[in-house]
């Protein structure tokens, strides 16, 4: 992991729990926190197995942030982000109102309220689900930094209780293909691949989003997450 990451996420949790009362995020959060062209993958997690729980990473919001669109500005490939939230022990039917949070790091491998960042906001949000357990986010396909396959964070909070933390994986075509593109292509593609990160090595299947569209102008991703 980044040294910018850290590893205090699991002291953040109770924060976050705590803060989704008032629909906000608990604890801190941000820095520079680890691969080829643009297919669909589909995702594994559609079933009623319980998505694999994972290190929360640098922090969700302090802020209040319940918003769909979570740019800010920041430049990227759109990615319009669909999360499904379902019940493992109710045959894998629609959870409606849990509050689903994200972070994500930009196009440069930075995250808004950490590191060099506090002050900003960028690239984190919160919604609640709705009849059918979706939410849908308006972002830009995630950046990478030293030691992490390309990720986005997640926290679903049901009845003021953080009930998973994971995160959600990208196929390695998508990401060469995005990081040829645009304010990417500086940086160039990622040297982590999903089989190589410590987090997803043992359950990329079961995190990986189905992702389709152009790298170069717009992408659309859905994810299910499987409570219990």
Sequence with gaps: MSPQLGRREVISLLGFASSVLAFGCGS?????PTSPEGTTAASTNASCAVTPTET?????????LIR?????????????????????????????????????????????????????????????TDANGQVTFTTIYPGWYQGRATHIHVEVVRN?????????AFPESMNAAVYATGTYAS??????????????????????????????SALTATFTVAIT
Excluded: M
Excluded at 160 to 168: A, D, H, P, R
């Design 160 to 168: 003021g209780s953080s009930v998973k933390v994971t995160q959600i």
């Design 56 to 64: 929360i990473g640098p922090y969700p919001s302090h802020e209040s």
């Design 68 to 128: 769909s669109d979570i740019r800010e500005g920041k430049s990227g490939t759109p990615l319009a982000l669909t999360i499904t939230v379902v019940s493992s022990s109710n045959s894998c039917g629609a959870v409606a109102g849990a509050s689903v949070g994200i972070w994500q790091c930009d196009a440069a491998g930075n995250y808004s309220e950490y590191g060099t960042q506090t002050t900003q906001t960028y690239l984190r949000g919160i919604q609640t």
């Design 187 to 216: 940086r160039g593609s990622n040297p982590t691949a999903n089989n190589a990160d410590d987090i997803f090595r043992d359950s990329v299947s079961s995190e990986l989003a189905s992702v389709s569209g152009d790298p170069a």
């Design 28 to 32: 801190d959060a941000a820095g520079n």
